[in-house]
């Protein structure tokens, strides 16, 4: 597709289940994002890849949250042990490096 | 204090009417994006900039790196154009840091 896709777009969980969100960024992007957005609370910088280098991991609230982008390209977070306040909107965005970022419709996720 | 800063949090227009969205920042940047959010939709890259004045359509957007403040002006506002904007900076490293957003209504 043309743009960032995000699966799934919702997903409900119950409290201390591992959940895997998935990002695939739009094709020849280097640089891919990882967001949340909790309700009634602005975006959140989770984590950043940009082509090979080490990510940028200094926005994950806590080492129940990791991340992995494989062959430069799709990328998941892996959130273990969910929590009720990890219940978000979490959203993915992908650049050319140090250009405008494009916002995949993110997934909705509920910890019940 | 948050590193990026908005005003107004909220803001409510007459359709037609120009409308200012002001956003300032304590960090050093690279480029600074307006950012558009409808209701239960995704999110859009209105503007990137690092100097200067861009415009497109009734949208223009403003940057003064010397005082760290950008503008989002609209003008002749439609109902449509209803919506959280965002504001948000990035570092040199190319993360995004975030301003809390102006709910803007425009009424018919």
């Known amino acids: 597709g043309a743009g960032v896709s995000q699966s799934p777009s919702n997903k409900v969980t119950e409290k201390g289940k591992d959940v895997e969100l998935r990002c695939d960024p739009i094709?020849?992007?280097?640089?891919l994002y990882w967001y949340r957005q909790s309700l009634g609370q602005g975006l959140e910088f989770l984590i950043y890849f940009q082509g090979n280098s080490a990510p940028d991991k200094s926005g994950l609230p806590s080492d129940r949250f990791s991340a992995e982008r494989t062959g430069g390209s799709v990328s998941t977070l892996t959130i273990q042990r969910t929590q009720q306040e990890d219940s978000a909107v979490y959203l993915c965005?992908?650049?050319?490096?140090?250009?405008?970022?494009?916002f995949g419709p993110g997934t909705r996720l509920l910890v019940l | 204090k948050n590193e990026v800063e908005q005003s107004p949090q909220n803001l409510t227009a007459q359709e037609g009417e120009f409308i200012t969205i002001n956003c300032s920042y304590s960090v050093g940047i690279s480029a600074l994006h307006w950012l558009q959010q409808h209701p239960g939709g995704g999110i859009v890259s209105l503007f990137m900039l690092s100097s200067g004045k861009k415009k497109h359509g009734r949208l223009i957007a403003t940057i003064n790196i010397q005082e760290k403040h950008s503008s989002l002006h609209i003008t002749a506002s439609h109902p449509r154009d209803s919506a959280v904007y965002i504001c948000?900076?990035?570092?040199?490293?190319?993360?995004?840091?975030f301003g809390q957003g102006t709910t803007l209504q425009v009424k018919p």
């Open positions: 948000a900076v990035r570092g040199h490293t190319g993360k995004l840091i």
């Open positions: 965005a992908s650049s050319t490096h140090q250009e405008t970022q494009y």
């Open positions: 094709s020849g992007h280097t640089a």
